[in-house]
């Protein structure tokens, strides 16, 4: 079973505004990922944050992890049309000593212009 | 580098046919990863390596399915016999260290089977 579900399922916003999507996380984890998906391509890493971190900045996203509450917020500002794309978060299980990811289901994002 | 090199980029088989999807990871990524992707179940793990050993195949859905690792540069999947129900992308990501650095994914294969 999937480890992560990302709320909204789909987003649908104008170029300039913000944009953010939740994941949600039901075991411990060590890290959770951001990943991008443009339609028919592989994902594509975006962002890492710890489990010991709170907020993580690269460029336009902002990432915001709750350990607490088992979740976590990506944030993209001043979004663009090119931003249109699925979103995915990924953790790994601590633990287990096993080197790999758990995917959530995914938020698809359109950015019109 | 080319990123991870995945091969076909697109399938159409038949139903019962043997069905080979191929990977070229990263030079010096010690990780390789086999995931489906499907509208109803999202992305599955298949199965993992590292360096070139399987780790996890608790993700292969059923002995149809199997896959190998002959070296450190090549990885294939293998189907056989091919179902409706396989259609679906596969992904190949590679990675030196998954859970620190994340995964690199190759484009897919979209595998039909009819």
């Known amino acids: 079973s999937q480890q992560g579900e990302e709320d909204p399922q789909a987003l649908s916003i104008q170029e300039g505004e913000n944009a953010t999507m939740n994941c949600s996380y039901k075991?411990?984890?060590?890290?959770l990922q951001w990943y991008r998906q443009n339609s028919g391509r592989g994902l594509v890493h975006l962002i890492l944050?710890?489990?010991?971190?709170r907020e993580k900045h690269s460029g336009r996203l902002r990432v915001t992890l709750d350990t607490s509450k088992k979740s976590s917020s990506l944030l993209i500002t001043a979004s663009r049309a090119a931003d249109t794309a699925s979103y995915f978060c990924?953790?790994?299980?601590?633990?287990?000593?096993?080197?790999?990811?758990?995917f959530g289901t995914g938020t698809r994002l359109l950015v019109s212009p | 580098d080319a990123g991870v090199i995945q091969s076909p980029r697109h399938e159409v088989t038949e139903m019962g046919q043997e069905v080979t999807l191929r990977c070229k990871p990263i030079s010096g990524h010690d990780y390789l990863f086999w995931y489906r992707q499907t509208m109803m179940r999202g992305l599955e793990l298949l199965i993992y390596f590292n360096n070139n050993v399987p780790i996890d195949d608790s993700g292969m859905p059923e002995d149809r399915f199997s896959a190998k690792m002959p070296n450190a540069s090549f990885s294939t999947l293998k189907i056989q016999p091919s179902e409706p129900r396989d259609s679906a992308v596969y992904f190949c990501a590679s990675s030196w260290g998954p859970t620190k650095y994340g995964y690199t994914f190759g484009s897919g294969t979209r595998l039909t089977v009819v």
């Open positions: 990924a953790t790994d299980q601590v633990n287990t000593g096993f080197q790999k990811l758990v």
């Open positions: 944050i710890r489990s010991n971190e």
């Open positions: 075991t411990s984890i060590n890290n």
